[in-house]
T-cell receptor, first 110, second 110 residues
Framework: DVKVTQSSRYLVKRTGEKVFLECVQD?????MFWYRQDPGLGLRLIYF???????EKGDIPEGYSVSREKKERFSLILESASTNQTSMYLC?????????FGPGTRLTVT | RKEVEQDPGPFNVPEGATVAFNCTYS??????FFWYRQDCRKEPKLLMS???SGNEDGRFTAQLNRASQYISLLIRDSKLSDSATYLC???????????FGSGTRLQVQP
């Protein structure tokens, strides 16, 4: 079974803090993705990576950056957390069309 | 106009009913289409791909209508366990990543 793990299920941070969300996959997938999911807006792509050290902006990259130093690990960084970044963050890995999601991190920024 | 649009529902149906959801997409050149399923407070999972000729998997049938730019999902003999949000997913041309709709919620009642 493919396994995608995320470092935290719940996270509470203060405005202005730097936040790191980690994602690890065990299937040697080249593609990894970060989404946020908000009620009524669905899943929106923040960034994705199709190879180590390669990244591409998604639909809503502002306020975020990513890092992929190893194939199995893809990190999402909130440089200076703001309240409008309170959301559910989902990591996925996979083939181009079949993506396997992690359980998500519910981030609250106060 | 959103790239992928879905009726958010909820669709409330009794057990054993047949229910159908539609999803429209804006880019007529899109080639790949999928349905994902997301249970409450869980991550999305691939349900099925949608092929040009239509495809069936047990009680689930997916259809593509290119002329009208929509895809559909038909569920026959609904079970309580079918209660979930169904996400329509499209891969627009020239884009490495998938675009997710915001989902249609199905509630199957005893």
């Amino acid at each position: 079974d493919v396994k995608v793990t995320q470092s935290s299920r719940y996270l509470v941070k203060r405005t202005g803090e730097k936040v790191f969300l980690e994602c690890v996959q065990d299937m040697d997938h080249e593609n990894m993705f970060w989404y946020r999911q908000d009620p009524g807006l669905g899943l929106r792509l923040i960034y994705f990576s199709y190879d180590v050290k390669m990244k591409e902006k998604g639909d809503i990259p502002e306020g975020y950056s990513v890092s992929r130093e190893k194939k199995e690990r893809f990190s999402l960084i909130l440089e200076s957390a703001s309240t409008n970044q309170t959301s559910m963050y989902l990591c996925a890995s996979g083939l181009r069309y079949e993506q396997y999601f992690g359980p998500g991190t519910r981030l609250t920024v106060t | 106009r959103k790239e992928v649009e879905q009726d958010p529902g909820p669709f409330n149906v009794p057990e054993g009913a047949t229910v159908a959801f539609n999803c429209t997409y804006s880019n007529s050149a899109s080639q790949s289409f999928f349905w994902y399923r997301q249970d409450c407070r869980k991550e999305p999972k691939l349900l099925m791909s949608v092929y040009s000729s239509g495809n069936e998997d047990g009680r689930f049938t997916a259809q593509l209508n290119r002329a009208s730019q929509y895809i559909s999902l038909l569920i026959r003999d609904s079970k309580l366990s079918d209660s979930a949000t169904y996400l329509c997913v499209v891969n627009p041309p020239g884009r490495r990543a998938l675009t997710f709709g915001s989902g249609t919620r199905l509630q199957v009642q005893p």
